[in-house]
């Protein structure tokens, strides 16, 4: 006998609750000591050029494990023991490669960190040298050619007795550099053992997991270095200001600060060079004194506990005006001829007075006369921009007296 359903009859079978994608896994030791409880695993999302978003982060289990909830769309892993004096070196699973969860929707990554190495010692201050707490180290990595890296692998603070520790090193050759951050400046540049420059420095190698102590540190009283900036005519001019040491690299930056003078406190008694640029000419860089390149810039001297002042004088060209503008009278307006300049300006801007009285907003090479003008003259000034020089101005002379508007 046939059964005959009717619509709507049949009730809907529930549907099988989607299964959250995830990435898990295990952190072990390469050193095949067992799990590491405590380290940070995070999942980065991705999108398909292999930009860096947001963040999803866990930390492992006393057994070593992790997971971490993702959405179905690109994440790369990484695990890291987020404690500056930390043992393990940070690893990014696979160099950094992102995977994909909309097709399965659980990966595995399991971890085998490496032990990081350390260097340590003590600083001694001079005496009646300022305190020593605020002052980190940092190991800046020596590569096969025997460059030294600008950035730090690691660094340490440095406790109120002197002691430092720079951990999660990889294995590897390194320089050891004092610095205070210059605020407050105290010691600014000192390479281990007591060199004012990297090259002159104590290089020290580590293996994996490796503790080498005894890198003590004797730090000398620092000097100060006063520069003060003069335009070509001698007189005081602001500016920005760089300090480098004999291998290229700066250890003081005086952008923004335009100051007619810039003193430099907490370097290490050595040979420096200095580059300035004036505040007013845009594009123009000059080393002491008169120099053009780092190579060929003077020496300055700084010595312990002493200031050494200099004076850099800018040797920058001005636009100079070959053919003064002229003014002239029109029906109802005030035009101004261009002047010509010896080199081309990259723009000129215009300056209206009338009797001897600056107008103000007014910047165009002609003005409408008004009814307030009649009986009155007027004259231009132009100035004139260009990168590498100085700003260049001419004025005319005064044009006759307007008598229609």
């Known amino acids: 006998m046939a059964m005959t359903i009717g619509a709507g009859t049949l009730a809907a079978m529930p549907a099988e609750a989607a299964t959250a994608p995830v990435a898990h ?31 999803r982060c866990t930390e492992t289990a006393a057994d070593g494990t992790y997971t971490i909830p993702v959405t179905s769309s690109l994440w790369s892993i990484s695990a890291e023991q987020r404690n500056l004096y930390g043992a393990w070196l940070p690893q990014d699973y696979n ?3 992102a995977y994909s969860f909309a097709t399965s929707p659980s990966r595995t990554f399991n971890f085998a960190l ?3 190495a ?10 009646s040298g300022p305190r020593i707490d605020y002052t980190h180290v940092g190991a800046h990595r020596v590569g096969s050619t025997g460059k030294v890296d600008k950035t730090a692998t690691s660094f340490s603070n440095v406790s109120s007795d002197g002691y430092y520790r720079v951990a999660k090193l990889p294995a590897g050759t390194y320089k050891l550099l004092v610095d205070d951050g210059y605020s407050p400046v105290g010691y600014a540049n000192q390479w281990y053992p007591d060199a004012a420059a990297a090259s002159g420095g104590e290089r020290v190698t580590v293996g994996t997991g490796q503790s080498v102590t005894g890198r003590d540190i004797s730090l000398s009283l620092a000097g100060s270095l ?7 005519k001698g007189s005081s001019l602001k500016g920005d200001l ?23 406190v907490g370097l290490h008694p050595g040979v420096y060079k200095v580059r300035a640029s004036p505040y007013d000419v845009s594009g123009y860089q000059e080393w002491f004194s008169w120099k053009r390149t780092f190579g060929t810039a003077n020496p300055i001297t700084v010595t312990s506990g002493g200031t050494t002042s200099r004076t850099l004088t800018f040797h920058y060209p001005t636009i100079k005006a070959t053919k003064r503008p002229v ?17 081309k300006p990259r723009y000129v801007r215009y300056e209206w007075w009338r009797d001897g009285k600056r107008i103000e907003y007014e910047g165009w090479d002609w003005r409408l006369a008004r009814k307030s003008d009649v009986g009155h003259r007027f004259k231009v000034c132009q100035f004139a921009d260009r990168s590498g020089y100085a700003d260049g101005r001419t004025c005319s002379d005064y044009s006759k007296k307007v008598t229609t508007y």
């Open 25 to 55: 896994g295990t952190v072990t030791a390469a050193e095949g000591s067992g799990p590491i409880v405590g380290i940070t695993v995070c999942a980065t999302h991705r999108n398909a050029r292999g930009d860096y978003g947001a963040q």
């Open 95 to 97: 160099n950094r490669k």
């Open 114 to 116: 490496v032990r990081g």
């Open 118 to 127: 350390t260097i340590s010692g003590y600083l001694s201050p001079p005496e």
């Open 226 to 232: 006063t520069i003060a900036l003069h335009s070509p």
């Open 242 to 264: 760089r300090v480098y040491d004999v291998d290229g690299r700066v250890v003081y930056v005086g952008d923004g600060d335009y100051t007619t003078a810039h003193t430099i």
């Open 327 to 343: 003014v002239r009278l029109d029906a109802n307006s005030i035009v101004t001829s261009h002047a010509k300049w010896n080199v």
